[in-house]
């Protein structure tokens, strides 16, 4: 019976060293990996001008985007000119990180969007519309905070818009995680 135990201690010992060193690995994979964590998303994009390109193929939004993570910054939407009058809009979005200095290029992350519109009320004058969907971010470049951004989705967008001939107020709010 000693004589067995024996013979099994040297493999207990050798299966131990190999469960430590793996979880050693994996520790030191992860902290290879930087410092990746997960963030909150909590964005609120006001229009700001519509259409700025008339009678190209795309329309194209401007908005003031404001909150966490990437707080006060430009942001800009681009939809297929032929989705229009589709209640369901599909197309991409840029948010412009403000350049460090001014020397440099300002840091852009990039996505696409899919949102539902519902129109609430038209008039001859406005239109009220709200809105559903999703928005994916797929990168970031030139900024050193977001360098790391994982693509995937980056939040549930819902919000509700009062529209002119000259100008809209409302809004989009965009809640989630990302992880960068």
Known sequence: MIAQMSRRAPRTVSLAAILLLSVFAGATAAAKAGDVTRHSVDLVWTPDNQDLHPGTPTIVDT??????????????TRTPRDQMFEDTKRGKWILYLRARRPSQDPGVCKGTFEI?????????????????????????????????????????????????????????????????
């Open 116 to 180: 539902t519109k519902d129109v609430l009320e038209t008039t001859a004058t406005t239109q009220t519309v709200a809105y559903d969907g999703t928005m994916r971010i797929d990168g970031c470049r030139n900024t050193r905070k977001f360098r790391r951004v994982e693509a995937g989705r980056l939040g549930k967008v819902t919000g509700k818009s009062f529209c002119t001939v000259g100008s809209c107020r409302g809004g989009l709010k965009i809640k989630g995680q990302i992880r960068y």
């Open 63 to 76: 908005f003031d985007s404001a909150g966490a993570p990437f707080g006060d910054q430009a942001a800009e």
